[in-house]
């Protein structure tokens, strides 16, 4: 694999691990302020994290060894209404920033399998950035997130509000490959 590829893919892989951690963590801060569907929300989207840094780690997996990364990540545990707005920022910069670097990157070289990757990930942090957006201004008003259920592909991370579709609509992945996390 093209090192500039690679090492985007294991910034990308620090990153997607980090999220994941930090949503849980913030999961936990929204269900002890008694916003239920705010903290199914952290752990779908959690969920969908850990399948786009496994994804990423997959398609690293003959790149062996120890690397520094730089995983670019938020860090601190504020209240819910803070967390929601720094997971935004988080996702607002994979979309307009990271994820379309790294994917002209891997097209430009060539690299099919990571293009792929970064491509489930851009596309899926799109919803995720919605999703938290629509969760700061309920919480902003003193309210629960108003969603009744939400699915994860397990393949690609697509997350989307609702009961699981027969097809993942990003990866075409069928339906007992899609969770769905009731709220
Ligand atoms: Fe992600
Ligand atoms: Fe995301
Ligand atoms: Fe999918």
Redesign the pocket.
């Known amino acids: 694999m093209h090192s500039m590829t690679a090492s985007f893919l294991r910034s990308a892989h620090g990153g997607?691990s980090q999220?994941h951690m930090r949503y849980m963590a913030w999961a936990d801060v929204a269900e002890k302020e008694g916003f239920c569907k705010v903290g199914k929300l952290f752990r779908a989207v959690a969920f969908?994290?850990q399948v786009?840094a496994t994804n990423h780690f997959v398609v690293l997996k003959d790149v062996k060894g120890a690397f520094l990364v730089d995983a670019m990540a938020g860090f601190g545990i504020g209240r819910t209404q803070e967390n929601l707005a720094s997971a935004l920022e988080g996702e607002t910069f994979?979309i307009n920033e990271m994820y379309p670097a790294y994917l002209s990157t891997a097209q430009a070289q060539g690299e099919k399998s990571a293009e792929r990757s970064i491509h489930w990930?851009l596309e899926?942090?799109k919803e995720h950035a919605k999703l938290f957006e629509r969760a700061g201004q309920a919480v902003a008003k003193g309210q629960d997130l108003d969603i009744k259920s939400l699915y994860v592909c397990k393949v690609c991370?697509y997350t989307h509000e609702g009961d699981a579709p027969d097809k993942c609509p990003l990866c075409g992945a069928p339906k007992a490959k899609i969770e769905t996390f009731g709220c």
């Open positions: 997607e999220a969908a994290e786009h994979e990930a899926t942090e991370g």
